[in-house]
């Protein structure tokens, strides 16, 4: 188990720590402030060799709007960039907060795929 630190100041004048748990079958990734306040958490699992699932994004309802859940997808994906494949990463039907994180990460990440299952186009 690969366990990934970042240690930074945050928009709200906060020191935050964003850990990113990596294993061999899933990702996990949280952000916390300097209590131990955990402001959101990602959890990320392969379906086959070229396959993520997004199967978990929950940010603390104080946190929602300040990028904490795009913090927690780019460290998730930073964790699987080194395979040097085009991977393709799935999550649930893409509704409200979701579909903008996904909208969000196609722009920022065009080396993956990005599909909300039952979604009729492959963006």
């Known amino acids: 188990m690969k366990v990934l630190t970042i240690e930074r100041e945050s928009d709200m004048d906060e020191y935050v720590v964003m850990q990113a748990r990596k294993e061999p079958s899933r990702v996990a990734c949280w952000e916390e402030d300097r209590a131990g306040v955990t402001h959101g958490t990602l959890v ?28 927690l997808l780019d460290m998730a994906l930073a964790t699987y960039r080194l395979s040097g494949e085009q991977l393709t990463v799935r999550t649930h039907s893409a509704t409200g907060e979701m579909d903008a994180l996904l909208a969000s990460a196609r722009r920022r990440h065009p080396e993956f795929r990005f599909i909300a299952i039952g979604d009729d186009d492959d963006e």
């Open 44 to 71: 990320m699992r392969w379906i086959d060799d070229q396959d993520l699932y997004l199967e978990h994004v929950e940010v603390d309802e104080a946190w929602r709007g300040k990028g904490v859940a795009t913090r």
